[in-house]
C-alpha cells in the first residue's frame, strides 16, 4: 500500500538525469525517487511558480553538476546541454 499523501506516476526523464539522481542516492544511502521529490519540494518551497517543463528543467539544471547533464535525442546520440 503507497504511503498516505502520494500519487503514482509515470514520468520520462533523460538517462543522465536519472543515472546522477541514483548515483547520489546512493552515496546518501536514501532512494533515488525520495532524492528527486525532496529537490522538487524544496524548489516549490523557494519559488511559487507553477512547475511547468521550462521550471523543470531549470530545477534539473541547479541540481546537476555541468558536466553530467547530457540528454539523449531519439537516435540515441548524446548531446551535451546547452
Given at each position: 500500500?503507497p504511503?498516505?499523501g502520494?500519487?503514482?506516476?509515470?514520468?520520462?526523464?533523460?538517462?543522465?538525469?536519472?543515472?546522477?539522481?541514483?548515483?547520489?542516492?546512493?552515496?546518501?544511502?536514501?532512494?533515488?525517487?525520495?532524492?528527486?521529490?525532496?529537490?522538487?519540494?524544496?524548489?516549490?518551497?523557494?519559488n511559487?511558480?507553477?512547475?511547468t517543463?521550462s521550471?523543470?528543467?531549470q530545477?534539473?539544471?541547479?541540481?546537476?553538476?555541468?558536466k553530467?547533464?547530457?540528454?539523449?535525442?531519439?537516435?540515441g546520440?548524446?548531446?551535451t546541454?546547452?
Open positions: 500500500m504511503p498516505k502520494k500519487t503514482r506516476i509515470t514520468i520520462y526523464i533523460d538517462d543522465a538525469v536519472l543515472d546522477e539522481f541514483r548515483t547520489r542516492a546512493e552515496r546518501a544511502g536514501t532512494g533515488y525517487q525520495t532524492m528527486m521529490n525532496e529537490a522538487l519540494k524544496a524548489f516549490l518551497e523557494k511559487e511558480k507553477p512547475v517543463a521550471v523543470l528543467r530545477i534539473i539544471r541547479e541540481e546537476l553538476p555541468e553530467s547533464r547530457l540528454t539523449r535525442r531519439s537516435t546520440r548524446a548531446k546541454a546547452r
